[in-house]
Structure formats: structure tokens, C-alpha cells
């Protein structure tokens, strides 16, 4: 199952952008004998401004896919489960999970309608690089743990 961070806005340059992308190379090299991957990390800029734009780039991005919605009102999970989550997915035959995270204004109601699920960080507003960041290594950690690697949590 292919794997993608959907975000609006540009990553930029500075250490969370360096850290994602660290992070989904890791989760891409540790998740193919596990049939999950690559992790891509895809950043969309919408020519206008408001979330309905963001949002049909968005749902465009994600077309065909498995979308999880990243909210603040999402459900949160923990590293585990959120592992278990993801296996269940791929087995149930989804052939790409993408997870969508909005701009400054978060997503359109259009974009968590058409999402399968959401995922919360906590109620928090967090920047889009950094959660785009802490997504990438969630991910590598679920990869991590689906290959049987030890876990501090076990």
C-alpha cells in the first residue's frame, strides 16, 4: 500500500521540512518487505486563496485513495494502535492511504466529508510543517512496529 502526506503550503527549508523528509525515507526503506510504501510527501499550493481551493487540490490529490483527514476534532490513536490501524488497511486490500493536512485555516468541511476517517495530534493547532513532520514519523514508527521491532512502550 502506497502511503502520502497531502499538505497545503510549502515545506521550506528549515529543520521540520529536513525531518519529514528524513523520516518518510526511513518509513519508505523499513515498509517494503511489509507491503507498505513509499511515503511520499506531496505539498500543494492553491492559486486561490480560501480552504474550498485548498480543498479541490486536495480531493485531486487524493483521488482513489484511502483519505484520512488531519484535525483537531480527529480521533487520536496510540502509536500501536495507530500501526494496527494502518496494517488493517493494507489488508483489507486499500492500495493507498493518503492523509491530508490543511493550511492555516485547517480543512474544508468538503475534505473531512469525503474522508474515510480523520486523525487528531491532540486538540492543538499545530503548523503544517511541524505536523507534516510528527505525520512522517508517526508513520515510521507503525512501519517499525508492524516489522516487529522492539518498542519502549511493550
Not at 521550506?12 to 513509499?38: I, M, Q, S, V, W
Amino acid at each position: 500500500m502506497k502511503l502520502a502526506v497531502i499538505a497545503i503550503g510549502k515545506p521550506g527549508r528549515g529543520p521540520e521540512a529536513t525531518l519529514a523528509a528524513d523520516y518518510a525515507e526511513r518509513a519508505t526503506l523499513a515498509g517494503r518487505a511489509l507491503g507498505l510504501g513509499p511515503l511520499e510527501l506531496v505539498d500543494l499550493e492553491a492559486r486561490k486563496t480560501g480552504k474550498a481551493a485548498e480543498a479541490e487540490l486536495i480531493l485531486k490529490a487524493a483521488e482513489g485513495a484511502h483519505l484520512i483527514a488531519c484535525d483537531e476534532r480527529g480521533k487520536t490513536f496510540s502509536s500501536r494502535a495507530f500501526a494496527d490501524h494502518v496494517a488493517m488497511l493494507r489488508d483489507r486490500g486499500e492500495r493507498r492511504l493518503v492523509f491530508a493536512i490543511g493550511g492555516a485555516d485547517g480543512l474544508d468541511d468538503s475534505v473531512r466529508a469525503a474522508a474515510a476517517s480523520t486523525l487528531a495530534f491532540g486538540p492543538q493547532t499545530w503548523p503544517h510543517a511541524l505536523a507534516r513532520a510528527m505525520l512522517a514519523e508517526q508513520l515510521y514508527r507503525a512501519v517499525t512496529i508492524l516489522a516487529g521491532s522492539p518498542y519502549h512502550r511493550d
